[in-house]
């Protein structure tokens, strides 16, 4: 029947018809929109609950770590400018090879602060245990920079960068590693000392496989 002769009641259930049905493409639109919707919703909620989650892990690593400080009344005589640092290396290179130990050099002076701080981080009840079964420990007195300049020469400890400088030595005297990055020491942690002895301690004695440690 041609539309124009189609009378008012068959044109208006058509209407209705069409209309009940809808038009596929809109429907199909209408789907994606909302789709594309609950898509954002819950990447957004995702991205919430992460960005939630690391502010709280932050948050507790961040108050689980304990800072370094410079004890009220420092040992004024750790770094001694009578002491003889080479016969004393070579001391603790032997008790080092009796007990697979490391020997571990420390360079300052008396009237340095961040020296301090790393002394009184070695004491502390999470450290000092670290320290003594793994290293012997041997303090190299600078002076303002005038003092025992061979030995940190020899050692290929770099002054100009600032003490502490801590040098590792294997049970043989062989040098493993040199470093002034303690120089900082009061804004330092006790976590962060903790890394650095754990990770130059030596290993177990049927870990070594004959090697020099």
């Not at 029947?1 to 044109?11: L, R, S, V």
């Not at 340095?112 to 070695?122: G, P, S, V």
């Amino acid at each position: 029947m041609d539309e124009g002769k189609m009378t008012k009641p068959a044109q208006r259930a058509r209407y209705l018809h069409e209309r009940s049905s809808g038009n596929p493409a809109d429907e199909q639109s209408s789907h994606d929109i909302k789709f594309r919707n609950k898509s954002s919703y819950m990447r957004l909620y995702h991205l919430l609950l992460f960005a939630l989650f690391t502010s709280l892990a932050f948050g507790q690593l961040t108050t689980e770590k304990t800072p370094l400080k410079v004890p009220a009344q420092p040992n004024m005589n750790l770094y001694r400018a009578d002491a003889h640092p080479q016969q004393e290396i070579a001391q603790a290179i032997g008790k080092a090879a009796r007990s697979n130990k490391r020997v571990l050099l420390v360079f300052g002076g008396n009237w340095c602060a961040d020296c301090h701080a790393l002394d009184y981080a070695f004491h502390q009840p999470r450290i000092e245990p670290l320290l003594t079964s793994n290293y012997e420990v041997v303090h190299v007195d600078i002076g303002r920079y005038d003092r025992n300049l061979d030995v940190a020469k020899k050692y290929h400890v770099d002054l100009e960068k600032g003490v502490p400088s801590l040098v590792v030595l294997n049970l043989r005297g062989g040098l493993l590693y040199s470093t002034a990055q303690f120089e900082r020491a009061r804004l330092m942690t006790e976590e962060e000392v903790m890394t650095f002895l754990n990770a130059w301690a030596p290993p177990p004695p049927q870990a070594k496989n004959n090697k020099v440690s």
